[in-house]
Protein backbone atom coordinates (compact mmCIF):
# COMPACT_ATOMS: atom_id res chain seq x y z
CA UNK A 1 0.00 0.00 0.00
CA UNK A 2 1.36 3.81 -1.13
CA UNK A 3 -0.11 6.67 0.14
CA UNK A 4 -0.99 9.57 -2.26
CA UNK A 5 2.22 11.18 -2.71
CA UNK A 6 3.64 7.45 -3.27
CA UNK A 7 5.47 7.57 0.02
CA UNK A 8 5.42 3.76 1.49
CA UNK A 9 3.76 4.21 4.99
CA UNK A 10 5.94 3.53 7.84
CA UNK A 11 5.98 -0.07 9.51
CA UNK A 12 4.24 0.76 12.53
CA UNK A 13 6.23 -1.74 15.76
CA UNK A 14 5.10 -2.83 18.95
CA UNK A 15 6.93 -3.92 21.59
CA UNK A 16 5.96 -6.54 24.28
CA UNK A 17 7.96 -6.39 27.52
CA UNK A 18 9.61 -3.35 28.69
CA UNK A 19 13.04 -4.26 30.12
CA UNK A 20 16.63 -3.29 29.23
CA UNK A 21 17.00 -5.07 25.83
CA UNK A 22 13.94 -4.04 24.64
CA UNK A 23 15.00 -0.01 26.01
CA UNK A 24 18.15 -0.83 22.88
CA UNK A 25 15.94 -1.81 20.58
CA UNK A 26 13.32 0.78 20.74
CA UNK A 27 16.87 3.23 20.59
CA UNK A 28 17.65 1.91 17.68
CA UNK A 29 14.41 2.19 15.78
CA UNK A 30 14.05 5.55 15.95
CA UNK A 31 17.20 5.61 13.53
CA UNK A 32 15.62 2.84 10.85
CA UNK A 33 14.36 4.27 8.04
CA UNK A 34 10.39 3.86 7.86
CA UNK A 35 9.49 2.54 10.98
CA UNK A 36 7.36 3.85 14.08
CA UNK A 37 7.48 2.55 17.49
CA UNK A 38 3.98 2.80 17.97
CA UNK A 39 2.94 0.67 20.69
CA UNK A 40 4.52 -0.95 23.86
CA UNK A 41 3.00 -3.02 26.58
CA UNK A 42 4.17 -4.77 29.50
CA UNK A 43 2.47 -6.14 32.94
CA UNK A 44 2.08 -2.56 34.09
CA UNK A 45 1.10 0.28 32.51
CA UNK A 46 2.55 2.27 34.38
CA UNK A 47 5.78 0.95 33.32
CA UNK A 48 4.58 0.62 30.10
CA UNK A 49 3.55 4.50 29.90
CA UNK A 50 6.62 5.21 31.12
CA UNK A 51 8.90 2.71 28.53
CA UNK A 52 7.11 4.54 25.78
CA UNK A 53 7.20 8.10 26.85
CA UNK A 54 11.06 9.04 25.29
CA UNK A 55 10.01 7.66 21.51
CA UNK A 56 6.84 9.75 21.58
CA UNK A 57 5.34 6.29 21.54
CA UNK A 58 1.37 7.17 21.34
CA UNK A 59 -0.09 3.86 22.47
CA UNK A 60 0.76 1.47 25.84
CA UNK A 61 -0.86 -1.28 27.26
CA UNK A 62 -0.85 -3.04 30.79
CA UNK A 63 -1.26 -6.27 28.76
CA UNK A 64 0.02 -8.06 25.99
CA UNK A 65 -2.61 -9.93 24.73
CA UNK A 66 -4.26 -6.23 24.38
CA UNK A 67 -1.32 -4.93 22.22
CA UNK A 68 -1.38 -8.45 19.96
CA UNK A 69 -5.16 -7.46 19.56
CA UNK A 70 -4.79 -3.35 18.83
CA UNK A 71 -4.55 -3.51 15.29
CA UNK A 72 -2.39 -0.40 15.82
CA UNK A 73 1.09 -2.79 14.82
CA UNK A 74 2.60 -4.34 11.89
CA UNK A 75 4.92 -6.45 13.50
CA UNK A 76 5.61 -6.77 17.27
CA UNK A 77 9.29 -7.31 18.76
CA UNK A 78 9.35 -9.68 21.87
CA UNK A 79 11.24 -8.66 24.99
CA UNK A 80 10.62 -10.84 27.55
CA UNK A 81 12.17 -13.41 29.39
CA UNK A 82 13.08 -16.74 27.70
CA UNK A 83 10.42 -18.64 29.36
CA UNK A 84 7.81 -16.75 28.40
CA UNK A 85 9.10 -16.82 24.38
CA UNK A 86 6.66 -19.54 22.94
CA UNK A 87 3.68 -18.09 24.63
CA UNK A 88 3.58 -14.83 23.55
CA UNK A 89 5.02 -15.74 19.98
CA UNK A 90 2.11 -17.87 19.75
CA UNK A 91 -0.16 -15.06 21.12
CA UNK A 92 0.91 -12.98 18.67
CA UNK A 93 0.69 -15.30 15.46
CA UNK A 94 -2.64 -16.41 16.83
CA UNK A 95 -3.84 -12.43 15.91
CA UNK A 96 -1.90 -12.34 12.59
CA UNK A 97 0.89 -10.53 13.94
CA UNK A 98 4.02 -10.76 12.73
CA UNK A 99 6.75 -11.51 15.12
CA UNK A 100 10.55 -11.18 15.75
CA UNK A 101 11.10 -12.96 19.30
CA UNK A 102 14.34 -12.29 21.08
CA UNK A 103 17.18 -15.04 21.39
CA UNK A 104 17.19 -17.24 22.68
CA UNK A 105 13.97 -18.33 20.69
CA UNK A 106 12.37 -20.51 23.38
CA UNK A 107 13.29 -22.82 25.92
CA UNK A 108 13.56 -25.85 24.20
CA UNK A 109 13.12 -27.66 20.92
CA UNK A 110 9.33 -28.77 21.24
CA UNK A 111 8.69 -25.14 21.69
CA UNK A 112 10.15 -23.86 18.64
CA UNK A 113 9.03 -26.52 16.69
CA UNK A 114 5.39 -24.99 18.30
CA UNK A 115 6.13 -21.80 17.10
CA UNK A 116 7.22 -22.76 13.67
CA UNK A 117 4.53 -24.69 13.17
CA UNK A 118 2.15 -21.65 14.35
CA UNK A 119 3.59 -19.61 11.72
CA UNK A 120 3.39 -21.79 8.93
CA UNK A 121 -0.42 -22.43 9.76
CA UNK A 122 -1.06 -18.41 9.72
CA UNK A 123 1.27 -17.62 6.76
CA UNK A 124 2.67 -14.90 9.59
CA UNK A 125 6.45 -13.61 9.66
CA UNK A 126 8.15 -15.32 12.76
CA UNK A 127 12.05 -14.51 13.09
CA UNK A 128 14.31 -15.26 15.90
CA UNK A 129 16.03 -11.75 16.76
CA UNK A 130 19.64 -12.67 16.23
CA UNK A 131 20.80 -9.31 15.70
CA UNK A 132 24.52 -10.23 15.07
CA UNK A 133 23.09 -12.06 11.59
CA UNK A 134 22.61 -8.58 10.39
CA UNK A 135 25.52 -6.59 11.63
CA UNK A 136 27.84 -5.15 8.87
CA UNK A 137 31.52 -6.89 10.13
CA UNK A 138 29.79 -10.37 9.52
CA UNK A 139 28.61 -9.96 6.19
CA UNK A 140 31.85 -8.60 5.35
CA UNK A 141 33.64 -11.53 7.21
CA UNK A 142 31.21 -14.08 5.58
CA UNK A 143 32.08 -12.53 2.35
CA UNK A 144 35.93 -13.04 2.89
CA UNK A 145 35.22 -16.40 3.82
CA UNK A 146 33.19 -17.72 0.81
CA UNK A 147 35.99 -16.45 -1.51
CA UNK A 148 38.66 -18.52 -0.38
CA UNK A 149 40.28 -15.70 0.78
CA UNK A 150 41.49 -17.54 4.69
CA UNK A 151 41.12 -20.98 2.59
CA UNK A 152 38.90 -23.92 4.19
CA UNK A 153 37.89 -23.14 7.81
CA UNK A 154 39.69 -25.59 10.27
CA UNK A 155 38.76 -24.64 14.10
CA UNK A 156 36.67 -21.80 15.42
CA UNK A 157 37.58 -20.29 18.69
CA UNK A 158 34.61 -18.43 20.80
CA UNK A 159 34.16 -16.94 23.96
CA UNK A 160 31.49 -14.79 25.80
CA UNK A 161 31.54 -13.84 29.59
CA UNK A 162 31.38 -11.37 32.29
CA UNK A 163 30.74 -11.55 36.14
CA UNK A 164 26.92 -11.25 37.29
CA UNK A 165 26.48 -10.79 40.78
CA UNK A 166 24.15 -14.55 41.93
CA UNK A 167 20.83 -13.36 42.65
CA UNK A 168 18.38 -16.25 42.43
CA UNK A 169 15.36 -14.40 41.56
CA UNK A 170 16.97 -12.74 38.61
CA UNK A 171 16.49 -13.49 35.21
CA UNK A 172 20.59 -14.66 34.83
CA UNK A 173 20.25 -17.19 37.81
CA UNK A 174 16.66 -18.26 38.17
CA UNK A 175 15.57 -21.51 36.80
CA UNK A 176 12.23 -20.23 36.33
CA UNK A 177 13.27 -17.59 34.06
CA UNK A 178 15.79 -20.20 32.38
CA UNK A 179 18.65 -18.65 33.59
CA UNK A 180 22.01 -19.78 33.14
CA UNK A 181 25.41 -18.77 30.72
CA UNK A 182 24.23 -20.86 27.83
CA UNK A 183 21.05 -19.08 26.82
CA UNK A 184 21.72 -16.01 27.74
CA UNK A 185 25.16 -15.57 26.09
CA UNK A 186 26.50 -18.77 25.24
CA UNK A 187 24.09 -18.79 21.98
CA UNK A 188 26.32 -16.12 20.52
CA UNK A 189 29.97 -18.55 20.06
CA UNK A 190 27.48 -21.16 19.19
CA UNK A 191 25.71 -19.17 16.34
CA UNK A 192 28.73 -17.79 14.95
CA UNK A 193 30.43 -21.71 14.37
CA UNK A 194 26.55 -22.82 13.03
CA UNK A 195 26.74 -20.03 11.06
CA UNK A 196 30.18 -20.21 9.48
CA UNK A 197 30.26 -24.14 9.26
CA UNK A 198 26.66 -25.78 9.72
CA UNK A 199 25.04 -28.38 11.42
CA UNK A 200 27.88 -29.89 14.20
CA UNK A 201 28.40 -34.09 13.58
CA UNK A 202 29.41 -34.31 16.84
CA UNK A 203 28.71 -32.80 20.34
CA UNK A 204 30.73 -32.99 23.41
CA UNK A 205 29.60 -30.07 26.27
CA UNK A 206 30.68 -29.99 30.35
CA UNK A 207 29.37 -26.98 32.84
CA UNK A 208 29.78 -25.95 36.42
CA UNK A 209 26.65 -25.51 38.17
CA UNK A 210 25.57 -22.06 39.65
CA UNK A 211 23.99 -22.99 43.57
CA UNK A 212 20.32 -22.35 41.55
CA UNK A 213 21.13 -25.44 39.46
CA UNK A 214 21.24 -23.44 36.33
CA UNK A 215 25.01 -23.40 34.20
CA UNK A 216 27.79 -20.78 35.23
CA UNK A 217 30.17 -21.98 32.96
CA UNK A 218 29.88 -23.94 29.88
CA UNK A 219 32.50 -25.31 27.53
CA UNK A 220 31.71 -27.17 24.68
CA UNK A 221 33.50 -28.96 21.49
CA UNK A 222 32.16 -29.85 18.61
CA UNK A 223 33.31 -31.27 15.04
CA UNK A 224 31.28 -30.39 11.35
CA UNK A 225 31.11 -32.56 8.33
CA UNK A 226 34.31 -30.63 6.31
CA UNK A 227 36.44 -32.00 9.47
CA UNK A 228 36.21 -28.29 10.83
CA UNK A 229 36.11 -28.47 14.55
CA UNK A 230 35.19 -25.42 17.15
CA UNK A 231 35.56 -24.53 20.94
CA UNK A 232 33.00 -22.63 22.20
CA UNK A 233 32.75 -21.39 26.04
CA UNK A 234 30.10 -19.03 28.06
CA UNK A 235 30.39 -17.80 31.76
CA UNK A 236 28.51 -16.13 34.38
CA UNK A 237 31.74 -15.97 36.63
CA UNK A 238 34.36 -13.90 34.78
CA UNK A 239 34.73 -11.18 32.12
CA UNK A 240 36.19 -12.87 29.15
CA UNK A 241 38.06 -11.41 26.22
CA UNK A 242 34.53 -11.80 24.34
CA UNK A 243 36.33 -12.58 20.84
CA UNK A 244 36.08 -14.84 17.89
CA UNK A 245 38.74 -16.32 15.96
CA UNK A 246 38.50 -18.11 12.97
CA UNK A 247 41.53 -20.25 11.33
CA UNK A 248 41.23 -21.44 8.02
CA UNK A 249 44.03 -23.10 5.60
CA UNK A 250 45.54 -20.25 4.03
CA UNK A 251 45.13 -17.53 7.29
CA UNK A 252 42.97 -16.55 9.84
CA UNK A 253 40.32 -13.85 10.97
CA UNK A 254 39.73 -12.08 14.77
CA UNK A 255 36.61 -10.71 15.15
CA UNK A 256 37.31 -7.93 18.04
CA UNK A 257 35.24 -8.12 21.21
CA UNK A 258 32.92 -8.05 21.78
CA UNK A 259 32.34 -10.24 18.63
CA UNK A 260 28.58 -9.90 18.61
CA UNK A 261 28.63 -6.74 18.57
CA UNK A 262 31.76 -5.60 17.16
CA UNK A 263 33.17 -2.91 15.50
CA UNK A 264 35.93 -4.35 13.50
CA UNK A 265 38.03 -7.65 12.93
CA UNK A 266 41.61 -8.42 11.42
CA UNK A 267 42.53 -10.25 8.85
CA UNK A 268 46.13 -12.11 8.83
CA UNK A 269 46.98 -14.21 5.68
CA UNK A 270 50.07 -16.52 6.08
CA UNK A 271 53.37 -14.74 5.63
CA UNK A 272 51.45 -11.10 5.02
CA UNK A 273 50.93 -7.99 7.83
CA UNK A 274 47.98 -8.10 9.60
CA UNK A 275 45.06 -6.09 7.85
CA UNK A 276 42.80 -3.99 10.04
CA UNK A 277 39.17 -3.52 8.98
CA UNK A 278 36.93 -1.16 11.08
CA UNK A 279 33.35 -1.77 10.45
CA UNK A 280 29.90 0.00 10.49
CA UNK A 281 27.59 -0.51 13.86
CA UNK A 282 24.88 2.11 13.91
CA UNK A 283 23.56 2.52 17.40
CA UNK A 284 23.50 -0.12 20.18
CA UNK A 285 23.09 -2.63 16.68
CA UNK A 286 19.48 -3.79 16.90
CA UNK A 287 18.50 -1.61 13.67
CA UNK A 288 19.47 -3.88 11.47
CA UNK A 289 18.06 -6.78 12.14
CA UNK A 290 14.53 -4.44 12.20
CA UNK A 291 15.52 -3.05 8.87
CA UNK A 292 15.66 -6.95 7.46
CA UNK A 293 12.55 -7.12 9.30
CA UNK A 294 10.72 -4.22 7.20
CA UNK A 295 12.42 -5.87 3.69
CA UNK A 296 11.09 -9.45 4.96
CA UNK A 297 7.57 -7.80 5.22
CA UNK A 298 7.61 -5.75 2.51
CA UNK A 299 8.64 -8.67 -0.20
CA UNK A 300 5.32 -10.74 1.45
CA UNK A 301 7.92 -13.64 3.28
CA UNK A 302 6.68 -15.63 6.51
CA UNK A 303 10.48 -16.03 7.44
CA UNK A 304 13.98 -14.26 6.91
CA UNK A 305 15.99 -15.57 3.72
CA UNK A 306 18.90 -14.24 5.71
CA UNK A 307 17.66 -16.32 8.91
CA UNK A 308 15.57 -19.04 7.98
CA UNK A 309 13.38 -20.86 10.88
CA UNK A 310 15.41 -24.06 10.51
CA UNK A 311 18.24 -22.19 11.12
CA UNK A 312 16.65 -21.59 14.29
CA UNK A 313 15.24 -25.09 15.14
CA UNK A 314 18.80 -26.61 14.86
CA UNK A 315 20.68 -24.04 16.70
CA UNK A 316 18.19 -24.72 19.66
CA UNK A 317 18.38 -28.62 18.92
CA UNK A 318 21.98 -27.78 19.59
CA UNK A 319 21.39 -25.81 23.00
CA UNK A 320 19.03 -28.86 23.68
CA UNK A 321 21.81 -31.27 23.11
CA UNK A 322 24.64 -29.54 25.09
CA UNK A 323 21.62 -29.27 28.07
CA UNK A 324 21.74 -32.75 28.02
CA UNK A 325 24.90 -33.38 28.17
CA UNK A 326 25.37 -30.95 31.14
CA UNK A 327 22.07 -32.01 33.57
CA UNK A 328 20.41 -29.20 32.74
CA UNK A 329 16.63 -29.09 33.02
CA UNK A 330 14.22 -26.24 33.54
CA UNK A 331 11.33 -26.68 35.23
CA UNK A 332 9.01 -25.89 32.84
CA UNK A 333 10.53 -29.23 31.06
CA UNK A 334 10.02 -31.26 34.04
Known amino acids: METENNQVPPTRWGIIGCGKIAEKFADDLMNVPNAKLNAVASRSLEKAQAFGQPYHCPHAFGSYEQLAQSGLVDVIYIATPHAQHCENTLMCLEAGVPVLCEKAFAINTSMVTSMIQKSQEKKVFLMEAIWTRFHPAINQIEDIIKAGTIGQIVHIVADFGFLADINPEGRLF ?5 GGSLMDIGIYPLFISKLLLGKPTQVKAVGVMAPTGVDMNVSVALTFPNGATASLFSTLAAQTDTTCTIY ?15 HGFTLTLD ?10 RNGWGYGYEASDVQRCLAEGRIENDKLPLQFSLE ?6 EIRAQIGLKYPQEV
Not at 174 to 178: D, E, I, S
Not at 271 to 280: I, K, L, N, R, S
Request: no cysteine; hydrophobic share 35%.
Open 271 to 280: GEEPQVFATE
Open 315 to 320: LMELMD
Open 248 to 262: GSKGKIYIHGRFHET
Open 174 to 178: NPALT
